[in-house]
């Protein structure tokens, strides 16, 4: 098989499409309803042998706006009803080899040109709500070494260009310490 190529910042669209490539006739479609009767919806859905899979691509009020975060918690709750397995895929990190197996257990090459990080964001950790600064806390810490290390570098790339006060919360300036 061809590599999925992804040229430029990954978007919800952009993860969507790679996505729907690689899985094929296992693809079960985009904004699908989270259940019957439910106005929330999953940004796209696929199915394995393992069952079924419900994908969000979380944009940067998946981090700031509480009442967001209220929403995904209650999609989780729908999810593990369903025995689903939820993906919560971050605005801050791109589609790569190591982010398929990570983050979807599903191998493929991926030819990514952006790199990991805040790069071109204005919305940094420390305009998360409280909430969102330890969602990415978690998710920071459990991302591949590779992956954790150039986000890492983004943000003391920042630091350097805005000051760390812009950039990080207090909780999470021991992130580029040293």
């Known amino acids: 098989m061809a590599p999925v190529v992804i040229e430029g910042y990954l978007t919800q669209q952009k993860l969507s499409d790679a996505l729907k490539r690689i899985v094929g006739k296992r693809w079960g479609g985009e904004e699908v309803k989270a259940e019957e009767g439910s106005r ?36 989780e709750k729908i999810a593990q009803r369903h025995a689903w397995r939820v993906v919560r895929f971050p605005y801050w990190v791109q589609l790569t080899t190591t982010t398929l197996a990570h ?18 964001t204005k ?41 760390i006060e812009y950039v990080l919360p207090t909780a999470l300036r021991f992130l580029v310490k040293g």
């Open 40 to 75: 929330k919806r999953w940004d796209m859905v696929f199915r394995t042998t393992e069952g079924t899979t419900v994908v969000e691509y979380d944009g940067d009020e998946h981090y700031c706006n509480t009442l967001k975060i209220k929403t995904d918690r209650e999609k």
């Open 103 to 120: 983050y979807f257990g599903l191998t493929s090459r991926i030819e990514q040109d952006f790199p990991h990080g805040f790069i071109t």
């Open 123 to 163: 919305w940094f950790p420390a305009s998360f709500c409280e909430m969102g600064v330890e969602r990415f806390r978690s998710e920071l810490l459990g991302l591949p070494n590779v992956v954790r290390g150039e986000v890492l570098r983004s943000l003391k790339d920042r630091v350097v260009e805005h000051g």
